[in-house]
């Protein structure tokens, strides 16, 4: 059955999006300055700004890689309040650490497991990795950006989808976060758990994991980066959205001072507003959905 992640409406009409590249950039600008959407001035890449614990440092990652794209993600100066879609404070503002300068859009689409998505698929749309960029929508129909990309659209009726050509092709970035709504809209946490694959017991945390319970409503949240210490010892930064859809945000560790959380693979993880098991951690497949 198709069924619209919880937040979604009968009848939903995506509105136009208003998506600017960012123009005049310096020649000592950083090198997220180059991410399609518009960012704050005052951003600085999340390595600059956030460093590992005493002990620890940052696990070699490789040029290119989902890794070193959301380390390069930037973060707000500051520690700025987590507003909602609509511009209004999210609830519980005790979360959070830091707030990342990526636009959530003006509907109440990107929660939890819209953000996983969004991030991995910018980078596989940064990298021109074009046909990686493919989600499960919650009735198990694929949605590849290739197709949308053609002009092919969702024709939703009930519990089937059938993808028609009706739009004339587009493949420049306001298309694709049109296309990343419609995901939003008929995917979530339920979909995606299914997307992704399960990681082995004993396998080190690596950026771009993701914890994730699936349902309705489900949660996810994704690991931005990762630290080692001389012993081999990994912490890791966690980052979510969440319901209403809010901006993105690095959680704090629950009753610490801290956001690096200890990869012990031991007990429950608790973050601040979702406990998960370490059965819970997934990883996405090299060849976009199955």
């Known amino acids: 059955m198709v ?16 998506v600017s590249l960012l123009v005049a950039l310096s020649a000592v600008a950083p090198a997220w300055a180059e991410v399609p959407w518009p960012t704050r001035a005052d951003s600085t890449p999340l390595e600059a700004r956030i460093a590992p614990p005493v002990g620890f440092q940052r696990v070699a990652v490789a040029e290119g890689s989902f890794a070193a794209w959301l380390r390069a993600l930037p973060v707000r100066a500051g520690r700025p309040e987590v507003r909602l879609f609509d511009g209004r404070k999210k609830g519980n503002q005790a979360a959070h650490a830091y707030v990342l300068d990526v636009d959530v859009g003006s509907l109440d689409l990107q929660q939890c497991a819209d953000l996983v998505m969004r991030l991995y698929a910018e980078h596989q749309w940064a990298r021109g990795a074009y046909d990686q960029v ?53 995917a979530g946490t339920h979909s995606l758990a299914k997307d992704l694959r399960p990681v082995p017991e004993g396998q080190p945390v690596e950026a771009g994991d993701v ?77 976009g959905c199955p």
């Open 3 to 18: 069924v619209p992640d919880v937040r979604a409406r009968a009848g939903l009409v995506l509105a136009p999006l208003c």
């Open 134 to 186: 493919c989600f499960r929508f919650t009735s198990g129909d694929r949605a590849r950006w290739s197709a949308w990309a053609e002009g092919q659209r969702p024709q939703v009726r009930g519990s089937r989808v059938r993808w028609a050509q009706t739009a004339r092709p587009a493949r420049d970035y306001r298309s694709f976060r049109a296309y990343l709504e419609q995901v939003f809209l008929y």
């Open 211 to 287: 914890f994730i319970r699936g349902g309705f409503p489900g949660h996810a949240v994704v690991v931005l980066d990762v630290a080692e210490d001389a012993r081999g010892g990994r912490v890791f930064l966690l980052a979510q959205s969440f319901m209403p859809a809010q901006e993105p945000h690095v959680l704090r560790v629950p009753d610490a001072d801290e956001v690096w959380y200890p990869a012990d693979g031991k007990g429950p993880l608790i973050t601040p507003e979702w406990p998960f098991d370490w059965r819970d951690r997934r990883r996405f497949q090299a060849s």
